[in-house]
């Protein structure tokens, strides 16, 4: 079923599930898209917060519900292994999915993600703060990999980044099984923009559109400027001048094999990340942290001078 137009909800509606009876109340609306309309709402006497997204299409609504289901059994199943059986470590990926009892759409309902975009983060805290992002954002795209999906659409607007760095996927749209062809892409970040590769969903096309969103995050100008260059001479040699430039030594070769598709798979890449990015970064921050600032050394030899030349000239009396 497709819907035409779906209904605008305002904050205090309750929206009841037609087969399975549960009753959300909207806090506010979260967002809109191609795809549906978010919420945030609670469940009425609860005060747990969720995402509960509505969809225009049926058919596009149920294969995001298919992909967190995966996700779902996946983490489910591991944290069973782990002895957590008790006590899930984060709220689920997705809590049910049922038709509004009113009108009959289509909904599911979610973990809620509270954060920034990436590129609102890292503005705010710091670029040393991308290592712990992107292997976060790693970690998300192995456990995906790991239940047979291609992410596809990876682009700022899809990232959640709490205030500790927690970096979390947003929006299941773009997501499809592996071999497929990739059903959703934002220009920049597609493989095949850049004529780097073909759109077929693999591991290295979720790694490409990684590297793609670093650079964004470090470069956009720069990479606004090579994706301004003409279809038919745009090339991965763009991407990988613009890897070059980065002071990160470790960051840019890792950038590099990612553009040109090196890494094998997902889990060796974001072990990669861990020891030549994360691990670097973590290093540097650091070595900040602790680092005095060389205004402050002079600052206090200066006053040592002062404190110096006043116990002389009061000796003198
Ligand atoms: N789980 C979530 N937690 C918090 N906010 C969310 C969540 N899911 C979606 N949103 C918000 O709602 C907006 C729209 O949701 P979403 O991106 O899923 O819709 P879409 O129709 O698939 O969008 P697009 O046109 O980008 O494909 C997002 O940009 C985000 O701001």
Partial sequence: MAISSSPSWAPGTAIVGKWRGNRYIVDRLLGKGANGIVYLVHREGRREKYALKIGYDTLDLQSEI????????????????????????????????????????????????????????????????????GLKLLDRLCTLHECGFVFGDLKPENIVVSDYGE???????????????????????????????????????????????????????????????????????????LAVRLPDRGLSSWLKLALK???????????????????????AMRHDRVAT???LVGAFVLSLLVLAATLYWMAGF
């Fill in 66 to 133: 298919n992909v967190l289901t995966s996700l779902q059994s996946r983490e489910k199943s591991r944290e069973h292994r782990g002895g957590r059986a008790k006590k899930p470590s984060r709220p689920a990926y997705l809590l049910e999915a049922d038709d509004d009892q009113e009108g009959g759409f289509p909904f599911y309902v979610m973990r809620y993600v509270q954060g920034s975009p990436p590129h609102v983060f890292l503005r705010r805290k710091g670029r040393s703060w991308l290592g712990l992002i």
């Fill in 261 to 283: 598709g090196g890494f094998p798979s997902s889990r060796e890449a974001r072990e990669a990340w861990k020891t030549r990015v994360y691990r670097a970064g973590r290093e």
């Fill in 293 to 295: 600032p060389g205004w």
């Fill in 167 to 241: 970096a979390e996927l947003i929006d299941y749209g773009g997501a499809g099984p592996k071999g497929r062809s990739v059903k959703q892409f934002t220009e920049w970040h597609d493989r095949g923009f850049w004529n780097a590769g073909s759109r077929s969903a693999d591991e290295g096309y979720d790694l490409f559109a990684f590297a793609v969103l670093c650079l964004r995050l470090l470069d956009e100008q720069g990479l606004k400027t090579a994706a301004a260059g003409l279809p038919q001479t745009r090339s991965v040699d763009d991407l990988l001048k």
